[in-house]
């Protein structure tokens, strides 16, 4: 049986007639450009909260050729001399009328020409009325959009029949109104299944809330918000706000971070703010490329769950957001969290220099154990203060950025990249940081092996380069070491990560062909000394254009790790997206064999708006998934989803509440979206 599943996976898929319309989205190619990334759940909290930054901009493209260099700076799949490209081209050849002429600058390559079309336009009156107010009249196109999303799991966790507070059942709401740059107001309510819903301490209904009113292009304000934000500056030090690339999208970037101020409209619960913020520009106009200077200043508010000691201090916060038990709904918004702070940032003819702060207060003393080595380090007392300084220079092949920040204690931590391109044809990037293990920060996010730019020093040497048209070769180095304990580390360790990708690109097909290796070190099973965790992973990748409708992805993931013993395994899968006219289908199916969860491999889907998941796979077993969408005109989208995964190997999936008595595991996921 399970024979005959595989071969109609990848044998009769590829028999699918071809149609019209464009298959494949800007969640796909986002996808494409991630190397897997082993992350905790802060890790995944922060590329959830990435895909949904990509996703409002996604929602409000920019008129490409209006747009101004700090506009284009926000779309964080481009580099800082891609911008500076883009810019010259406008300037030395006047507005483009179509988006095909990208194709003439030579910076930019497979991927930031696929991106561009879901972030940009070009209008048809472009090369006539170039002011900003018949700028702001193209782009008027007020919007409000009403989404209902719902899971209906098939089988029961053990929590569900005693334990959790709530049901079953996974649900969202989210109202959205926006008129471009000059008016957004968003609400949007969330539960976990599991958590109480208009019962026990969720009276209100939903477990979790955020709302924002944004307002901007008023004058010398450029942007103000009031409610949930989140606030981005320089390269994370010291306000990361969550949004962190992987390895290999900050090579393709050459490590430029874009500075922000936004509303705060994922499901993420870390990082966020919950007050008022806003930016004024207090030198230039807001449509100038000339020299500019801009202050964004904030003020927040917000309860946070945090585990509390015997004696009333708070031994850990927690980000996860679950409150399905009573211990974990006693967490909830038990302490509370005050923070100020600014960004000052100037930029004139290629240079940028910027100066950031925030100070933040606990009304409860944070006290982490300090039992285990590794948080002797730990984020400690009521109140932290972090300042940094980022700087950079951009010139034509050219690109120097960086940031060097203090905390309260005096702690260091500074990251600093360069970003070189000889021709258009090759683009070289080296970055290093170093990190003090005494350096802390609560919405520290910046580049690097931990998600915390803590205790960690290295560097990074990376390179694209495109010896033939249809031909891409990517490959980086990075070598990091930790002065003090981490997790499951009991001393000073180092890691080593290497990289090749080759792309190629014949007619309507893409072949991609992956190696990552990861040498890094463990405690020994008697904790004395340390002892290999290596890690080899491949990834082999043929794409099939049929049409413009019709795009097939098989995939043959292979993964080798070794702590004290060997585990490896392999998985290979088939992915389909089909849309003619108004319908579009994605279809998902793999096979998965591994030896246990070291060796466990990574699947990405597609999911329902607003939806990002890249969950693994280990043990024995087959994975479906179809997703169906209809748009009903122009106003109103149903889209469907059933997933099923089916255990060979196990007759328990999961453990502890989540544990499912059986080897299957299905659910159905039904969304609706209103727009009006």
Known sequence: MKTIAIVLIFVLLPCLPALSQQSRTWEDLWQEMQADEEGDEEDEEAQEDAYERLAQLARSPLELNKATREELEQLPFLSALQVMDLLEYLHLYGPMRSLGELKMIPSLDYWQLELLPFFVYVAEDSDEDASPSSSYRRNYHPRTELTLTGRVPFQERKGDLEGYLGYRYRHSIRAEYSDGERLKVGLIGSQDAGEPFFSGDNRWGYDNYSYYVQ???????????????????????????SFRLGKLASLMSLGRQPTTLRPHSSRAQADYFRGAAATVRLLGSDHSNDASLKLT??????????????????????????????????????????????????NKSGWRLGLNTVNTHLDRRLQPPVTSLYRQYNPAGSDFLNVSVDYGYTRPRLTISGETAINRQGALATINTLGWQPSPSVSIMGLWRHYSYRYTGLYSHSFGDNIRAQNEQGFFLGTTWRPLRRLTLRAYADYAWFPWAKYLVSQSSQALDFLLQAEYRPGKWKLLARGRTRFRERDDEDKTALTANNEYRLRLAAIRDMSHALSLRTQLDAARAFYLQAS??????????????????????????????????????????????????????????????????????LAVRLGFTNYFDRSVIGSGLQQIDGSQQAEFDLQLRWRL
Not at 222 to 241: E, P, T
């Open 215 to 241: 307002v901007g292009r008023l004058g010398v304000l450029d942007k103000a918000i009031v409610g949930k934000y989140r606030v981005s500056a320089g390269m994370g030090l010291v306000l990361g706000g």
């Open 568 to 637: 490896q395994g392999w998985m290979v899968s088939e992915h389909l997206v089909w849309q003619p006219r108004s319908w579009l289908l994605s279809a998902t199916a793999a096979y998965f064999h591994t030896d246990d969860y070291a060796s466990r491999l990574y699947l990405y889907e597609r999911l329902m708006a607003h939806e990002y998941s890249m969950p693994s796979y280990f043990g024995h077993g087959l994975h479906f998934a179809v997703l169906a969408r209809k748009d009903f005109g122009n106003r109103l989208r």
């Open 297 to 346: 200043a904030f003020v927040s508010h917000r309860p946070i769950d945090a585990t509390l000691a015997d004696d009333g201090t708070a031994v850990t916060l927690v980000t996860s957001g679950y409150h399905r038990t009573v211990s974990e709904m006693a967490r909830k918004d038990n302490t509370h969290l005050t923070a100020f702070g600014g960004c000052l940032a100037f």
